[in-house]
């Protein structure tokens, strides 16, 4: 019996590798499909993916296909890096902070008080240095980046009124699971509780946290404004969003598609920065619509807060050399950027 199985195998593993052998190529004039995912709905990072997807088709007039899967569709946003690197996926759209497994410096960009306004933090992400470390740098995991962009500040969501940070003071706040947004907790004399998105409004409803870190639009889908409607605009961190590739995807173009899909990614980059705070503002008045309420700090409240937070992430990037290099040069060139108007 042991024999005849092995023998079965053998013929079925002799039959697939015919067939596969078998199976043309893909022709040199067929089209290339390209699978763009995100794991968010309706935001910038959607709204990216979205305009890639028509620019690309029409300027390579259909030699690439591109079906955009939003709402985490292939998988969890860490599955998904996965499937980037190996090629399943051949672009999405992200926080940084979702890479920093591959590389810590990843999430030196969402350290608290870093940036002011959307023009100082596009500014910094579109300064060349900036791009030659970041673009890069998972480029020999399988990814290379091709653009960044601010998605907006965080905003603070309560169940109760605060008026200002020295407010939270003992209270329980949902954060990522990141150091960043944990420190800024432990300057503030609050507690960080990481909870999974999925888990958060229940948890606001329960009282078992008191308020969350994140973007108003996220908190606007979960419809927090039921059980949590104040919204303190601390604008504490700015998580950029990358347009991620497969390298050997990217790299193994025709040179012509590559120079379009470059320019393409360019050109929805600039439309999206612009975008983006079009879409808070929306959100901010979608919040005050349905009932919720939004503290807006002092320029002096404004800037002890900022004061008290920005050694977080210092802090973090000490944990080694190469991640502190990275920490004084995004520090240095932030605070360039510092006076740059438009789209606020």
Request: glycine share 8%; net charge positive; charged share 20%.
């Amino acid at each position: 019996m042991k024999r005849l199985i092995l023998g079965l195998s053998a013929c079925i593993a002799a039959t697939s590798l015919a067939f596969a052998s078998a199976a043309p190529a893909r022709a040199a004039d067929a089209p290339i499909v390209m699978k763009l995912a995100t794991g968010t709905l309706n935001d910038s990072q959607h709204e990216w993916l979205k305009r890639f997807a028509v620019a690309i088709q029409r300027d390579t007039h259909g030699r690439i296909i591109a079906q955009v899967y939003p709402s985490g569709q292939l998988g969890s946003v860490p599955r998904m890096v996965e499937l980037l690197q190996f090629g399943s996926i051949q672009a999405m759209t992200l926080p940084l902070d979702f890479m920093q497994g591959i590389d810590a410096r990843f999430q030196l960009m969402d350290a608290p008080g870093l940036f002011e306004t959307f023009a100082q933090a596009n500014a910094t992400l579109d300064d060349p240095r900036i791009q030659a470390l970041y673009l890069n740098m998972a480029r020999s995991k399988g990814i290379t980046g091709l653009q960044m962009f601010s998605e907006g500040p965080l905003t603070t969501v309560t169940r109760r009124l605060a008026n200002g940070y020295p407010d939270l003071k003992g209270w329980k706040i949902r954060t990522l699971a990141g150091a960043m947004q944990r420190g800024e907790m432990t300057a503030m004399d609050a507690s960080g509780v990481p909870l999974p998105l999925d888990q958060l409004s229940p948890a606001m409803q329960q009282g078992a946290v008191d308020g969350a870190i994140l973007n108003l639009g996220v908190a606007n889908s979960l419809g927090l404004e039921a059980s949590a409607k104040y919204a303190l605009e601390l604008r504490d961190g700015w998580p950029p969003g990358m347009a991620a590739f497969n390298t050997t995807w990217f790299e193994k173009l025709p040179p012509d598609l590559r120079k379009i899909v470059v320019a393409d990614a360019a050109r929805v980059n600039r439309e999206v920065q612009v975008w983006a705070g079009q879409f808070l503002t929306r959100q901010a008045k979608i919040w005050t619509a349905q009932g919720g309420q939004i503290t807006i700090p002092t320029t002096a409240e404004r800037a002890a807060f900022v004061k008290l937070v920005l050694p977080v992430g210092a802090g973090v990037a000490a944990a080694d050399p190469q991640t502190k290099a990275a920490w004084d040069l995004i520090a240095k060139v932030a605070a360039a950027h510092r006076t740059a108007k438009a789209h606020d």
